[in-house]
């Protein structure tokens, strides 16, 4: 278990002090996906830096497996490090040395015999797809290989969490697929830990099971990937889901009243549910805006409908709509 309890990181600066977290207050569960989203500026790799240490809190603590980190002495908080381990969007491999090279490092540093610490990096670059690679230099790889590499070094000291801080902001989208899908595969098959750091919504949808909407150094909303996609609260968390303006700024017509519609994990949802309701209760409405996708094969996101008409109507279309499982009709 990861504990952020009421973390604040204030900088010095010549200009002033610059508060870069407010009062984090954050739970990750072990052998969790976990997403950390915000805007560039929102403080994301503070934060994460926060959870190693690499960046001592200016106030609150971070708990690991209940061990608050601020009391380890060095030598004790490097042995902690061996189990939180980062991949980065620079990657930063070094480029002296081969792929089983850069693998073996992190182990050399903790004294494990160099017997062992290949027979370690050769299961991991089979791990991470690249049994071929290891005397291969990263200059001779692609982006998507190199960060696989990186993958692999994160692993050699047999990690319990993983930490990414933006680690496919670089890769073009198939390459970044085909990594979050062997990060995905490694939190089920070794029960690691992840944190994703990142500013992109598709990152957060095809591989987070929960997520922290950061903004401007605080935590505005959390939830489950479903929940607060479906249905986000705070203005951050809508301008991330609705890039191109939140629905609940459209402007409301006079002949009309609206409805919102919310997928949570609605299966119904890939039905032509609006046509259906058309037909079966024979109100016709106006789709204003919607914004859905799907997750783990659930759908989840809003539409917003307009419905002409008189009150009659308006109530037999909310009260269709809502009779759907896992689909919720507010009044807007």
């Given at each position: 278990?990861?504990?952020?309890?009421?973390?604040?990181?204030?900088?010095?600066?010549?200009?002033?002090?610059?508060?870069?977290?407010?009062?984090?207050?954050?739970?990750?569960?072990?052998?969790?996906?976990?997403?950390?989203?915000?805007?560039?500026?929102?403080?994301?790799?503070?934060?994460?830096?926060?959870?190693?240490?690499?960046?001592?809190?200016?106030?609150?603590?971070?708990?690991?497996?209940?061990?608050?980190?601020?009391?380890?002495?060095?030598?004790?908080l490097r042995?902690?490090?061996?189990?939180?381990?980062?991949?980065?969007?620079?990657?930063?491999l070094?480029?002296?040395?081969?792929?089983?090279?850069?693998?073996?490092?992190?182990?050399?540093?903790?004294?494990?015999?160099?017997?062992?610490?290949?027979?370690?990096?050769?299961?991991?670059?089979?791990?991470?797809?690249?049994?071929?690679?290891?005397?291969?230099?990263?200059?001779?790889?692609?982006?998507?290989?190199?960060?696989?590499?990186?993958?692999?070094?994160?692993?050699?000291?047999?990690?319990?969490?993983?930490?990414?801080?933006?680690?496919?902001?670089?890769?073009?989208?198939?390459?970044?697929?085909?990594?979050?899908?062997?990060?995905?595969?490694?939190?089920?098959?070794?029960?690691?830990?992840?944190?994703v750091i990142?500013?992109?919504?598709?990152?957060?949808?095809?591989?987070?099971?929960?997520?922290?909407?950061?903004?401007?150094g605080?935590?505005?909303?959390?939830?489950?990937?479903?929940?607060?996609?479906?249905?986000?609260?705070?203005?951050?968390a809508?301008r991330?889901?609705?890039?191109?303006?939140?629905?609940?700024?459209?402007?409301?017509?006079?002949?009309?009243?609206?409805?919102?519609?919310?997928?949570?994990?609605?299966?119904?949802?890939?039905?032509?549910?609006?046509?259906?309701?058309?037909?079966?209760?024979?109100?016709?409405?106006?789709?204003?805006?919607?914004?859905t996708?799907?997750?783990?094969?659930l759908?989840?996101?809003?539409?917003?409908?307009g419905?002409?008409?008189?009150?009659?109507?308006?109530?037999?279309?909310?009260?269709?709509?809502?009779?759907?499982?896992?689909?919720?009709?507010?009044?807007?």
């Amino acid at each position: 278990m990861i504990k952020l309890d009421h973390i604040s990181k204030i900088f010095e600066s010549s200009g002033g002090s610059i508060e870069a977290l407010h009062d984090i207050c954050l739970d990750i569960a072990d052998g969790d996906v976990f997403g950390i989203i915000g805007m560039s500026g929102a403080g994301k790799s503070t934060l994460v830096r926060c959870i190693n240490m690499l960046e001592r809190p200016t106030s609150g603590e971070v708990y690991i497996d209940g061990v608050a980190m601020s009391t380890l002495d060095s030598a004790a908080l490097r042995s902690a490090r061996r189990e939180i381990t980062m991949i980065f969007q620079g990657i930063n491999l070094l480029m002296q040395r081969t792929c089983l090279g850069n693998i073996c490092f992190p182990m050399e540093l903790a004294g494990i015999k160099r017997a062992d610490a290949e027979k370690r990096a050769r299961e991991l670059l089979e791990v991470v797809g690249l049994p071929d690679k290891a005397d291969a230099y990263p200059a001779q790889l692609s982006g998507g290989q190199q960060q696989r590499i990186a993958i692999a070094r994160a692993l050699a000291t047999r990690p319990k969490v993983l930490l990414c801080d933006e680690a496919t902001s670089a890769l073009d989208p198939n390459t970044t697929h085909s990594i979050l899908s062997l990060i995905r595969d490694i939190n089920k098959r070794l029960g690691i830990t992840v944190v994703v750091i990142t500013h992109q919504m598709s990152v957060v949808e095809e591989i987070c099971k929960n997520v922290a909407i950061l903004d401007n150094g605080e935590v505005v909303e959390q939830g489950t990937v479903g929940a607060v996609f479906a249905s986000p609260k705070s203005k951050a968390a809508k301008r991330l889901v609705f890039p191109n303006g939140a629905d609940d700024e459209v402007s409301n017509p006079l002949n009309e009243r609206r409805l919102r519609v919310i997928f949570s994990g609605a299966q119904a949802a890939g039905k032509p549910l609006i046509s259906l309701m058309a037909v079966e209760q024979h109100i016709l409405v106006n789709i204003v805006s919607a914004s859905t996708r799907c997750i783990d094969d659930l759908t989840y996101g809003t539409m917003l409908l307009g419905v002409p008409g008189d009150e009659s109507d308006y109530r037999k279309a909310k009260d269709y709509l809502a009779s759907v499982t896992n689909v919720t009709v507010e009044e807007v």
